[in-house]
């Protein structure tokens, strides 16, 4: 039952989402941005094991998470306006952000 409650209630964070930004691109951008999924995430971590520990380790992967999005972020942003088609815009962000995950992965792994 708490999965199906998950289900719903993060598909209809993505429709309100979507349809905000339909109307208003920039509210619905900055409603996405949001640390919704973020808190939904901890909300149901902390139904489910009630583990402080395991919420601190996923805040701080959250964090870490900063940085390629917002690379990835920057280079769909800089494709779309240049009127780049939507397919090839959005292999290419994911590529730099599994490139920055990657080296982020390897440079905190050495520390």
């Not at 998950?6 to 349809?19: F, G, P, R």
């Not at 208003?24 to 402080?52: C, F, Q, T």
Request: contains cysteine.
């Amino acid at each position: 039952m708490l999965l199906i409650l998950k289900i719903i209630t993060s598909s209809l964070m993505v429709v309100l989402i979507t349809e905000i930004a339909k109307r208003h691109s920039m509210l619905g951008g900055m409603i996405a941005v949001l640390p919704v999924n973020i808190l939904l995430s901890l909300i149901w971590l902390y139904i489910e094991k009630r583990d402080l520990a395991l919420l601190g380790n996923f805040s701080n992967s959250a964090f870490l998470g900063i940085f390629p999005t917002m690379f990835f972020l920057i280079a769909i942003t800089v494709l779309f306006n240049k009127h780049n088609p939507f397919i090839p815009t959005i292999c290419a962000g994911l590529f730099i952000l599994a490139a920055f995950i990657f080296v982020q992965h390897k440079i905190f792994n050495h520390i």
